[in-house]
């Protein structure tokens, strides 16, 4: 099930991005899709998850306050990740990921997630 990444870039601290997550109709319907981010140095991060069957969107602590919003489009067989007020913190490569298991913060582990992107590089930086 390919999904593909794109959307990063430089951004300015305080800045915002969208970060798209593209594949087919039929994989969106069946699969729930979840976004992750890997750090230099660092482990990949959950970040949200979006249920494909009832739209539900679930956070990790480490983002809450929204300054990250995860939606689903289904006209355009996209999930987007819109990153607001972006820290230099950000900075890493995201990624986005199928699942069949998105009902809690509690399932944003890689684990639960089977097929990922290649991952798209944001940089947060003056």
């Not at 992750?36 to 956070?59: H, L, M, T, W």
Request: with cysteine; net charge positive.
């Amino acid at each position: 099930v390919p999904v593909v990444e794109s959307g990063g870039g430089l951004v300015q601290p305080g800045g915002s991005l969208r970060l798209s997550c593209a594949s087919s109709k039929t994989a969106l319907d069946y699969y729930h899709i979840g976004w992750f981010r890997q750090a230099p140095g660092k482990e990949r991060e959950g970040i949200a998850c979006v249920n494909s069957d009832n739209g539900e969107a679930y956070y990790a602590d480490s983002v809450k306050g929204r300054r990250f919003t995860i939606s689903k489009n289904q006209y355009t067989s996209r999930v987007y990740l819109q990153m607001d007020d972006l820290k230099p913190e950000g900075t890493a490569v995201y990624y986005c990921a199928t699942s069949h298991s998105c009902l809690s913060h509690n399932h944003l582990r890689s684990e639960y997630f089977g097929y990922w992107g290649r991952g798209t590089q944001v940089t947060v930086s003056s």
